[in-house]
């Protein structure tokens, strides 16, 4: 098998978590990870084997002074890649395109750049088939993909008219919790709608959506809470069925314990999971309610890792090497292990 020789600039929350994910398929190689920095992130990739090149030409300097395995620059690392991930912080990966470009490497942003940068925001579930073969595209957010999971999981079973949305925001990262964030205060975002609803139109033009969004003093992750106008009346179950049939949505309840999101997150670590990462939207089964056309939810985002197996099945968009998104979809969620009810799952847990 002819493998995808995938390079991951960045090697930050998402970039560690990329190269993690690209080392576990079949059909992918890693072809290296740069940044700038030479801290523990680094230290840890050299310990991986990861193939590791400087950023920068300053990056090279600092890297090998602190003992880094310096393989080359950026420009040697896109010599063998045929994809390149860019993991980079917020607007840097704008400046890099053009790098990109130049190389003639087909390249993969995120949520934290604007969709002009590419032209094409990417959800698995949605739009796979336009991605095929294009140069670049971008992988929306992690709030903005869980709405595009969710409602599109409604809107796939004809059940969704319009969905209203309040987005309660993790205030850091939590590896960055002792730089920033925020205590004992709660902070609206300025705008109503706030980013994620006009970003998820990006992915499914029609979507009647409006999102609110608020920052509160925790770090981690971002609960979402929807209130949906359905198309017809619909049962309880019917609802439920319709998220079942989506992917990477998987049940937690409040019944189990799971009461909160430190909850959902100390499940993950009990369940083996690496870093202890939530992929999936984890969507409380026994808190979600339906009314006539009305149907209410609740459902947490892990903003760290929910973007990875989207990130995936992109680099097989772009590089043409999978037609089928079912088929990509059903690969990557078997090697990283997402599932569909958490507990009553019974799938061995990983030691």
């Not at 740069?34 to 230290?43: C, E």
Request: glycine share 6%.
């Amino acid at each position: 098998m002819n493998k995808v020789r995938v390079a991951v600039n960045g090697y930050g929350v998402i970039g560690k978590r990329v190269a993690d994910a690209v080392a576990l398929q079949e059909d992918m190689a890693l072809a290296g990870v740069a940044d700038v920095v030479h801290d523990y992130r680094l230290q840890v990739a050299a310990q991986r084997e990861f193939p590791i090149h400087a950023a920068t030409a300053e990056a090279r300097e600092s890297m090998r002074a602190a003992g880094l395995p310096v393989a080359g620059d950026l420009a040697d690392l896109l010599a063998h890649a045929d994809v390149v991930v860019d993991c980079t912080p917020k607007k840097v990966a704008a400046v890099n395109k053009g790098v990109y470009d130049a190389a003639g490497v087909k390249s993969i942003f995120h949520g934290g750049e604007s969709h002009a940068l590419t032209g094409h925001s990417f959800v698995a579930q949605e739009n796979y088939a336009t991605a095929i073969g294009r140069t670049s595209t971008r992988v929306v957010s992690c709030n903005t993909t869980s709405i595009v999971r969710t409602l599109g999981a409604l809107r796939t079973a004809g059940l969704l008219k319009r969905a209203r949305g309040t987005l309660i925001r993790r205030a850091s990262d939590p590896w960055e919790a002792h730089a920033e964030g925020i205590i004992n205060t709660l902070v609206p975002e300025k705008t109503i709608p706030s980013h994620q609803g006009p970003d998820a139109r990006t992915v499914i033009p029609d979507l009647d959506v409006v999102t609110i969004a608020v920052k509160a003093p925790h770090n981690s992750s971002h609960l979402h809470t929807w209130w949906v106008e359905l198309t017809r009346p619909a049962t309880r179950d019917e609802v439920l069925a319709a998220f079942r049939a989506a992917p990477r949505i998987a049940f937690v309840r409040s019944s189990d314990g799971l009461v909160a999101l430190n909850s959902t997150v100390e499940l993950m670590a009990d369940l083996g999971r690496p870093r202890g990462d939530l992929w999936e939207v984890a969507l409380w089964e026994d808190v979600l309610s339906v009314d006539g056309d009305q149907v209410y939810y609740t459902y947490q985002v892990f903003n760290q890792a929910i973007v990875i197996p989207e990130t995936i099945d992109a680099i097989r968009a772009l590089s043409g090497i999978e037609a089928d998104p079912l088929v990509s979809m059903a690969r990557t969620d078997s090697s990283l292990g997402l599932r569909r009810d958490f507990i009553r799952d019974r799938v061995p847990v990983r030691r």
